[in-house]
């Protein structure tokens, strides 16, 4: 288990916001308790809480590939099981490999399918990346949803995280009781509505689903 976080503005410099990400990260010790990790420039901030499982040098996040003078950069949390096969059709089609890690199976595996990645993973996953050159941000969760993936949009950012309580941390965000989220947590809960949860303007990722922002 890992953790990620991150926020999107487009509207001014948040390069110098790297206290907020440090603190949004801060709340995910549970989850990563090896390894911080953190990615800035002027437009997006992205965090990692790492829990070390294989490949403790190259599997280091966020991890940034280059491929053909394009940039990406990932922020990942989950288990890819056919990760093997997907490196072997990549090194097919002219990439290579410095670690043994799933994460840069995924993000090369993005830089060869694009948005269609999600169609050849097979697997457990939350992720976001960055493409510098495209100045986009592709967000994307497992078909079952096993892997959580929160966001909110305040005042033109885009902020998303793991665990709700990352999101809270961002000073743009007010912590606000939605009244439907607590009558479905009352009344249905641990299930909910997909996409739901119990506070005002913060939402999750559907299973199965990826955004561009």
């Known amino acids: 288990m890992c953790g990620i976080v991150g926020f999107v503005n487009f509207s001014k410099d948040i390069s110098n916001d790297k206290y907020i990400i440090n603190k949004m990260n ?27 499982v ?11 590939a280059t491929f053909n003078s394009n940039k990406y950069t990932i922020v990942y949390n989950g288990q890819i099981y056919n990760a093997n096969d997907l490196r ?3 090194i097919e089609n002219g ?20 948005y269609a ?5 097979n697997g457990i996953f939350a992720f ?27 005042n ?21 009781i939605d009244s439907n989220g607590i009558s479905e947590l009352l009344g249905l809960g641990p299930a909910h509505t997909p996409g739901t949860c119990v506070f005002k303007h913060i939402f999750e990722l559907k299973p199965a689903n990826f955004r561009c922002i």
């Not at 549970?30 to 070390?52: A, C, Q, T, W």
């Not at 990645?117 to 993973?121: D, I």
């Not at 033109?156 to 606000?176: D, G, M, Q, R, W």
Request: hydrophobic content about 35%; charged content about 25%; some cysteine.
């Open 26 to 52: 801060d709340t995910l010790g549970n989850r990563g308790p090896n390894e911080d990790g953190y990615f800035s420039n002027n437009n997006v901030l992205l965090g990692h809480k790492r829990l070390i």
């Open 54 to 64: 294989i490949d403790p040098e190259g599997g280091k996040q966020p991890m940034s």
């Open 88 to 90: 072997s059709e990549l």
């Open 95 to 114: 990439f290579d490999f410095e670690g043994h890690c799933d994460t840069e199976v995924l993000l090369k595996s993005y830089i060869h399918w694009g």
């Open 117 to 121: 990645v999600t169609k050849k993973l």
């Open 128 to 154: 976001g990346i960055w493409d510098h050159t495209k100045q986009e941000l592709f967000i994307a969760r497992d078909h079952f949803g096993i892997k959580p993936f929160y966001f909110t949009e305040v």
């Open 156 to 176: 033109n950012n885009f902020i998303f995280a793991s665990e709700i309580k990352a999101i809270l941390e961002h000073p743009e965000v007010t912590p606000e």
